[in-house]
């Protein structure tokens, strides 16, 4: 599971565990519900209603704020208190939408470049306008360097020519809205030809159908199937509100750098194993397993050694994470095979082992598999669509015009002339 941390145990709660977590009464509970607070649903056959553990989490949060708001704030980092007002992403009763729109559903059937434009302007329609410039790299110099660093993984050639292009970019710091979504474009192509690099070059022509084609004809696919696998690929990946590379770009884009800046820090904090790198640690499991046969067992020995099993559970959506589901559906189409079998065996694994439902890294590993894609594809997959997502944040920060500048609650040892003044003020007291 990337960026994820512990998840809950389910997603509804009884009435009495529900007003005993909030410490309130039944009647006070029920006054929740009917002020839409809560939601319920019911359960036992009719007889008894639960309640959505999600709703009633929230509410305990915004208690805990009021009672201790220095300790709400230190907390709110980590699974928290909303810290940033944003109009891009909203994950809500188990799905994700896009300004509004299901994600899913937009994967089925909305380009890439729609899905663009419209976290970048809130208008599909102006993805002709946004990417309307030739599908080659817009950087010379990005552009020459290429061949020098073929040795490089892809994202690490993406973090590469990121300055190189900003260097030939003149509109790089004009950061109106019009102007960063611009930009956004020639970023994204830029790290499309980075991340295929030279040996995956398409062919002169190729790639007319846009950003999953120009991946499609690099990565050498064919098939109207595997690239819409693809583009739902990027997709899926294009936003999931504050994760860490997100809130990072965000920090860098408040500081007024350019969004090829931003972009270069999101892919740091996106390489990292407990965010997009989960799909390596995916992989790893399954080539250390081999075949099918053998994932439960690799996959039981590494809970046994205390390594947890990757890529399962997600706090934000205890029934299962849709945009995985969605993926895996996509890769079964493909008719993986022998290529997708240890996936489904991992995927059956996770649910007995830990009784949690596969997170986006499998599904990415599923689609890459079922396509006969390179290793380093579900990562790169990840950075490119999550790029836009980064852009659109960046848009929002540089329009709020405001450093991102948290505070830190001390917990260390004070220094010795305060703790000295200190004691002094309590002698005098007592002498008092």
């Not at 209603?49 to 949060?61: C, G, I, M, Q, S």
């Not at 993984?153 to 292009?165: D, G, S």
Request: charged share 25%.
């Amino acid at each position: 599971m990337s960026d994820d941390t512990d998840t809950p145990s389910g997603g509804h709660l009884s009435a009495h565990e529900a007003a005993d977590l909030l410490g309130i009464s039944r009647a006070t509970l029920y006054a929740y519900v009917s002020r839409g607070m809560i939601r319920s649903e019911p359960a036992g056959g009719g007889r008894t209603r639960r309640y959505a553990r999600e709703d009633v989490e929230r509410l305990l949060r915004r208690k805990e704020a009021r009672r201790d708001p220095a300790r709400a704030a230190a907390g709110s980092i980590s699974w928290g208190m909303p810290v940033v007002d944003s109009a891009i992403a909203l994950i809500d009763g188990g799905r994700l939408y896009y300004r509004g729109r299901d994600a899913v559903e937009l994967a089925e059937r909305a380009s890439v470049e729609e899905v663009a434009a419209l976290l970048w302007t809130g208008e599909p329609a102006d993805a002709e306008r946004l990417f309307a410039v030739p599908a080659s790299t817009s950087s010379p110099t990005a552009a020459g360097h290429l061949g020098r660093l073929s040795a490089l993984e892809p994202i690490a050639r993406c973090q590469a020519v990121l300055p190189l292009a900003a260097g030939d970019d003149p509109s790089a710091w004009d950061l109106r809205p019009a102007a960063v979504a611009a930009a956004g474009a020639r970023i994204l192509r830029l790290l499309v030809d980075a991340a295929l690099g030279v040996r995956h070059a398409p062919p002169p022509g190729a790639g007319s159908e846009g950003i999953a084609g120009r991946l499609a004809a690099g990565w050498r696919v064919e098939g109207a199937a595997a690239r819409r696998a693809l583009s739902a690929a990027l997709v899926l990946c294009a936003d999931h509100e504050l994760n860490v590379s997100t809130f990072t770009v965000r920090c860098v884009a408040s500081a007024a750098a350019s969004p090829y800046a931003a972009v270069a820090a999101g892919l740091a904090a996106l390489e990292g194993a407990r965010h997009g790198g989960m799909t390596r640690r995916v992989s790893a499991l399954l080539a250390e397993a081999g075949t099918a046969a053998a994932v439960r067992r690799v996959a039981a020995d590494r809970l046994r050694r205390g390594e947890g099993i990757p890529g399962f559970g997600h706090p934000l959506y205890p029934a299962g994470d849709p945009r995985a589901a969605a993926l895996l559906a996509l890769a079964r189409g493909l008719g993986g095979g022998a290529a997708l079998a240890p996936v489904d065996a991992l995927v059956q694994a996770g649910r007995d082992l830990l009784g949690e439902e596969p997170a986006l890294d499998v599904g990415l590993v599923a689609v890459a598999r079922a396509a006969g894609l390179p290793d380093d594809a579900p990562l790169t997959l990840f950075a490119l669509g999550r790029t836009l997502g980064w852009i659109a944040h960046a848009i929002e920060e540089y329009a709020r015009g405001e450093l991102i500048r948290p505070r830190a609650r001390y917990v260390g040892e004070m220094p010795r002339r305060a703790r000295a003044g200190v004691e002094g003020i309590e002698g005098r007291r007592k002498d008092q």
